[in-house]
């Protein structure tokens, strides 16, 4: 029996609960560290972040690698020949090429399966992010919203999903060249931690810094009185193997927002390369835009 299939990427790190519930198929995207190429999501395989983050700690050589159109194609095939239709939600065209990769490895399917509909939303987002705009495609679907009328709803709302983000060690994000070696140097000797958000264009910038670690996430937590419930009353902070500070942030949030509900989730390994360990973010749907 047709149905609408919601795939995402691995880079949207939708906890493994969602992932079952959902039924949703992750196109993995992987890094390399030391050499060593490993998939950023494989069902069914534990990861340990804290040895992931560990290496990183140790200024281990790290890169990512976003998937090919041949990747992606391989990827939707099955799904399309079971008789299924597609709609890709994916991570932000701003920071990697994966979301053009599956809409080409799309638009090459499109004339092979032509009565099925494929649709792609670039969410602009990152991490779970994007994560927001998956669950909320979910929640529609299970409402009976067709693969149009979702599609709609998410590029009307998709620049709602806000972004507010902290790190711990600027050497990840000079490295990624977000920086340069002196900025990185004098934040690291003057223990200044930059505050950054996903701009509109679904790309990294800078909006400020904080003198030391509580300031910085007390910033970020800050934007907890934008959060919108009436369109998902949830929020997420993902940390790169840093618990304690995603909880600390949380408390934050919740004395601005206590009605909120908020999820704290380990942050992915290949956006974790580039923001490095220490990295906290705050994300949620708010009352404007970006």
């Not at 932000?92 to 499109?110: D, I, M, P, R, Y």
């Not at 500070?245 to 919740?254: I, R």
């Amino acid at each position: 029996m047709s149905k609408l299939v919601i795939m995402t990427d691995s880079c949207i790190a939708l906890s493994q609960d969602a992932i079952d519930k959902y039924e949703i198929p992750v196109l993995s995207l992987s890094y390399l560290v030391d050499g060593v190429e490993t998939q950023g999501y494989v069902k069914g395989r534990p990861f340990d972040y804290a040895d992931f983050y560990g290496k990183l700690r140790g200024k281990a050589t790290a890169s990512t690698s976003q998937a090919t159109p041949a990747k992606a194609e391989e990827f939707c095939r099955p799904i399309l020949e079971a008789g299924h239709d597609i709609l890709y939600i994916g991570l932000s065209s701003g920071l990697s090429g994966t979301f053009f990769a599956v809409k080409q490895a799309l638009e090459n399917l499109a004339d092979e399966f032509p009565s099925q509909q494929l649709k792609c939303v670039d969410t602009l987002a990152a991490t779970l992010g994007g994560g927001l705009s998956v669950a909320k495609a979910c929640e529609l679907r299970e409402e009976g919203k067709s693969i149009e009328e979702i599609a709609d709803w998410l590029e009307t709302n998709k620049q709602r999903v806000h972004h507010y983000f902290t790190v711990d060690d600027l050497f990840h994000l000079k490295r990624g060249g977000r920086l340069s070696a002196i900025k990185a140097l004098m934040g690291s000797a003057l223990n200044v931690k930059p505050l950054l958000h996903v701009n509109p264009e679904g790309k990294l910038e800078a909006i400020g810094k904080a003198k030391g670690r509580k300031k910085s996430l007390e910033a970020i937590a800050e934007h907890a009185s934008l959060a919108d419930l009436s369109l998902y009353g949830k929020a997420y902070i993902v940390h790169g193997d840093a618990l304690e500070d995603a909880e600390a942030t949380k408390a934050f949030v919740k004395e601005k927002n206590p009605d909120l509900e908020v999820e704290i989730h380990p942050l992915d390994p290949v956006i974790g390369t580039h923001s490095g360990p220490g990295t906290i973010a705050f994300l949620f749907f708010a009352n404007k835009n970006r």
